[in-house]
């Protein structure tokens, strides 16, 4: 069955510095693609960045990058220079298994970054 | 203003009726999502629609139902059989055709049952 872990509920960060949050998935799909999404607390949800099973460079997004291991099955979202508005949620998703209609999510990190 | 709509943003509703959220979108995107999250959880899949008059169940179907008589158009109905309503609830739409398939999400509706 697929499934998102992220076993990290909680980072703090201090502003300007690096963070990973850490995201591992389990897939019989050899296609796969994984998403991030940030989620402040107003509620919505803000799609960030994706990965593709098949891409053979790790995706940027401007501050944000994917340290994408195949072989270990992780999908790490990096944030460079860390503002006070990357506090939020952080979710990591893929796709079910064969089923790209559908996405599944982990259960999420949140992130606070203090001055 | 094109996006995703949701409305209200705070429902309250008292155990034993029935209720009607909204999701409405301008992006002429033919999915649809209506997804579940509760309190330290991610996001949990209700139903979806990837065109006009169809839908199918996702992982949490039972007590909800919902609708796709316009592309722009997906309400879902919390049934007084969902035994836990309680739930921020979050609609989500996307283009279908392409990969990858990002989701866009609407700003939520949040369903107190009293």
């Known amino acids: 069955a697929q499934k998102i872990t992220q076993t990290q509920p909680g980072m703090f960060v201090q502003e300007k510095e690096a963070v990973t949050l850490d995201c591992t998935y389990d897939?019989?799909?050899?296609?796969?693609?994984l998403f991030w999404y940030k989620q402040p607390s107003s509620g919505e949800m803000i799609f960030l960045i994706y990965q593709g099973s098949y891409d053979q460079q790790n995706a940027t997004e401007g501050r944000y990058s994917l340290n994408f291991q195949k072989a270990r099955k992780s999908a790490n979202l990096v944030i460079s220079a860390s503002q006070l508005g990357d506090s939020a949620m952080y979710f990591c998703?893929?796709?079910?298994?064969?089923?790209?209609?559908?996405?599944?999510f982990g259960t999420g990190t949140r992130l606070q970054v203090f001055p | 203003d094109g996006g995703i709509t949701q409305s209200p943003k705070y429902l309250f509703r008292k155990e034993g009726q029935n209720v009607t959220l909204s999701c409405e979108q301008n992006?002429?995107?033919?999915?649809m999502y209506w997804y579940r999250q509760d309190p330290g959880q991610g996001l949990r899949l209700i139903y979806y629609s990837q065109i006009v008059n169809d839908f199918q169940k996702g992982d949490i179907a039972e007590g909800y139902s919902v609708s796709r008589e316009k592309k722009e158009s997906f309400p879902l109905t919390v049934t007084s059989a969902q035994k836990n309503p309680t739930a921020f609830y979050l609609c989500?739409?996307?283009?279908?055709?392409?990969?990858?398939?990002?989701?866009?999400f609407g700003p939520g509706t949040r369903l107190t049952v009293l």
């Open positions: 897939t019989s799909d050899p296609s796969y693609g």
């Open positions: 992006l002429n995107h033919d999915a």
């Open positions: 989500a739409v996307a283009p279908g055709t392409r990969i990858p398939d990002e989701q866009f």
């Open positions: 998703a893929t796709w079910g298994d064969y089923n790209t209609d559908k996405l599944i």
